[in-house]
């Protein structure tokens, strides 16, 4: 089955860390660019990181800069992000998605069904 | 960073109604615009690519249309399971922003 299985949300304290996991499955996920995705309670969708296939390309959204990082292992068919410096308003749930790409254009087509994130004291 | 705006904001509609979400974008991005439908607890679902490109399995009651800085996002005929927030994504540059999301409610 093609799928994505996300992993390793939690509650933690702010300035604390966590690694989020992303086990992918049914596809070639070398050949695909990927993507953290994240939705605050109540709020709308908000994209967090690319990298793509082979890892040369990697992306950030300015609200996470400096403090996430996107990384993947394709021996292990896995995506992760490692969060540090958390903060209240990173509280929300995190899931990956896969970009494919079809002449040129881009777009999010496959989902996991992501992993919550809690950040408080 | 370009920035997407989508109106309404929020739709309230029958069962058959004939539906329209627009997106804007603060700047020009060719054809590269996503749909995605989004249920309560559940994962966004991609409908629409390329802007007016129908993604496998998604009905043809969703249609899009658009390119540059204005984009619709068309349901012919809404059914029961379409009652649900709609958000476009733009892919032409970094960060791939989307737009606040239109939720669809029933009338």
């Known amino acids: 089955e093609v799928q994505l299985v996300e992993s390793g949300g939690g509650l933690v304290k702010p300035g604390g860390s966590l690694r989020l996991s992303c086990a992918a499955s049914g596809f070639t996920f070398s050949s695909y660019s990927m993507n953290w995705v994240r939705q605050a309670p109540g709020k709308g969708l908000e994209w967090v990181s690319s990298?793509?296939?082979?890892?040369?390309?990697?992306y950030y959204a300015d609200s996470v800069k400096g403090r996430f990082t996107i990384s993947r292992d394709n021996a292990k068919n896995s995506l992760y992000l490692q969060m540090n410096s958390l903060r209240a308003e990173d509280t929300a749930v995190y899931y990956c998605a896969r970009a494919g790409s079809y002449w040129g254009s881009w777009y999010f087509d496959l989902w996991g069904r992501g992993t919550l994130v809690t950040v408080s004291s | 960073d370009i920035q997407l705006t989508q109106s309404p904001s929020f739709l309230s509609a029958s069962v058959g109604d004939r539906v329209t979400i627009t997106c804007r974008a603060s700047?020009?991005?060719?054809?590269?615009l996503a749909w995605y439908q989004q249920k309560p607890g559940k994962a966004p679902k991609l409908l629409i690519y390329a802007a007016s490109t129908l993604q496998s399995g998604v009905p043809s009651r969703f249609s899009g249309s658009g390119s540059g800085t204005e984009f619709t996002l068309t349901i012919s005929s809404l059914q029961p399971e379409d009652f649900a927030t709609y958000y476009c994504?733009?892919?032409?540059?970094?960060?791939?922003?989307f737009g606040p999301g239109t939720k669809v409610d029933i009338k």
């Open positions: 994504q733009q892919l032409n540059s970094y960060p791939r922003t």
């Open positions: 700047q020009g991005i060719s054809s590269y």
């Open positions: 990298i793509s296939s082979s890892s040369s390309y990697i």
